[in-house]
């Protein structure tokens, strides 16, 4: 599916129509993000381990069911869609691994690769739920700063959409990212 070039505004009119009740614009919503979801998710997956019994397809309608289940769509844009999106994501696959019951640390815990452009290092986090635990600590510090890493890494938006649907200015994220992935890594590496 290419998107055209009037599907951001496209995209974010249909988002204010069902946030207005309008559910006809959610049918007419998903063909337009869907690919963008996929994309997402493919990202979240790319991390998880060999075999893992979730497959993205399944993690966008999850995430989907979600988003157009719980009673607030109060959609300011495109972006922060994505963010929510993005953050959806995130939670499904913790619970999912949680609900697995694998172990706290080490031993069968999903691994996450990270991006040395994306994230923090190259060195591989030990999981999941460990990345899940240091951006909740991050956010327990300065909650904007994990919402930046979130939305970035996870979200994959760019520096301008997540200063968009923070309200702060694009060097602010430039700054909190920065910030974001020094903590992270020395959280990460259990340097305290």
Known sequence: MTMSLDAPNEITQLLNEWSHG?????????????????????????SQRVGHTLQPTALIHEAYAKLAGS??????NRAH???????????ILVDYVRSR???????NAVRVDFDEAMIVSNERATGLVELDEA??????????????????????LTNEEIAEVLGVSTKTIIRDWQF??????????GQK
């Open 180 to 189: 974001a992935r020094s903590w992270l890594l020395r959280e990460l590496s």
């Open 101 to 107: 019951n694998y172990e706290k640390r080490g031993g």
């Open 71 to 76: 009673g607030e769509q109060n959609w300011k």
């Open 22 to 46: 309008d559910e006809l614009a959610l049918e007419q919503l998903m063909p337009l993000v869907y690919e963008e979801l996929r994309k997402m998710a493919k990202q979240y997956m790319r």
């Open 81 to 91: 869609f994505f963010g929510v999106a993005s953050q959806a994501m995130r939670h």
């Open 135 to 156: 951006l909740n600590a991050l956010a327990a510090v300065d909650e904007r700063k994990g919402r930046v890493v979130e939305l970035k890494y996870f979200g994959g």
